[in-house]
């Protein structure tokens, strides 16, 4: 069953009408060719779940009639933020895909004294537009409740600012070498806390990086005694987060 994602202001609960604009218009009449009667999911970025007919397809929208409504625990219990350092080539967009189908309610790319990718300006709104739209596809591939948002790239001193706002933060250091200390933060994690993850890029970061995230309560953590790369180690933290939020609930 198809999922589109909407604005709260698009749904009309007097009237029962769920009104969908924008691209998913031609989506739903031309690319799946539906027809008046089928069912459709609609998500609003909170936690209910809209079943839906498709009623009325106009030139620029389809109006949606609801026939219920039901909350769904699709969403983790804690806002998890993923500060991932610009990796070579088309990784990002792997990264992207697999963070939101594992949870992530936000990716920030962060640019890195040893990330080797450089974005002008130009790139970066051309490169940020198609992140989006892989987030998006991914939310409605595994079911999420929400769309998560990419950020604009951020240099590192801002993204450890930004970040200071959340509950918990940790970033994965090769030279963290307690993993005792590592599983005991990690078991500490209360659902409702929100959590930041560093990564860095495959250069890995710099001493001074680390020092300036340590001194922004960024606590550095071990993955183990493998060398992960950088499209490894987020997955790897996030895996571990969903497991363990999910298993207190």
Request: a negative charge.
């Amino acid at each position: 069953m198809y999922r589109f994602f909407v604005k709260p202001e698009q749904i009309d609960m007097e009237e029962k009408k769920v009104h969908i604009t924008g691209s998913d218009v031609n989506h739903i009449k031309n690319v799946l060719r539906m027809r008046q009667g089928e069912t459709i999911l609609i998500s609003a970025g909170d936690n209910l779940e809209y079943t839906c007919l498709v009623g009325e397809m106009e030139a620029e929208e389809v109006i949606a009639d609801i026939s219920y409504v039901q909350e769904v625990g699709m969403e983790l219990p804690s806002k998890i933020y993923l500060f991932q350092g610009l990796p070579k080539s088309d990784k990002m967009e792997m990264i992207i895909q697999k963070a939101v189908e594992l949870g992530v309610y936000e990716v920030i790319p962060v640019s890195t004294a040893r990330a080797v990718v450089k974005l002008d300006a130009k790139k970066e709104a051309s490169k940020q537009k198609r992140w989006q739209t892989i987030a998006e596809s991914a939310a409605k591939q595994s079911k999420r409740m929400v769309i998560p948002q990419i950020h604009s790239v951020m240099k590192f001193s801002e993204a450890v600012n930004y970040a200071g706002e959340l509950d918990i933060r940790f970033i994965p250091y090769e030279l963290a070498e307690d993993m005792a200390h590592t599983k005991k933060l990690f078991e500490q994690i209360e659902p409702g806390q929100s959590i930041g993850i560093f990564i860095g890029p495959e250069g890995g970061f710099t001493p001074e990086e680390i020092e300036l995230a340590m001194a922004h309560q960024v606590q550095p953590i071990t993955l183990g005694k493998r060398i992960l790369r950088t499209e490894t180690a987020g997955m790897t933290v996030l895996s571990i987060l969903m497991f363990l939020l999910e298993g207190k609930e």
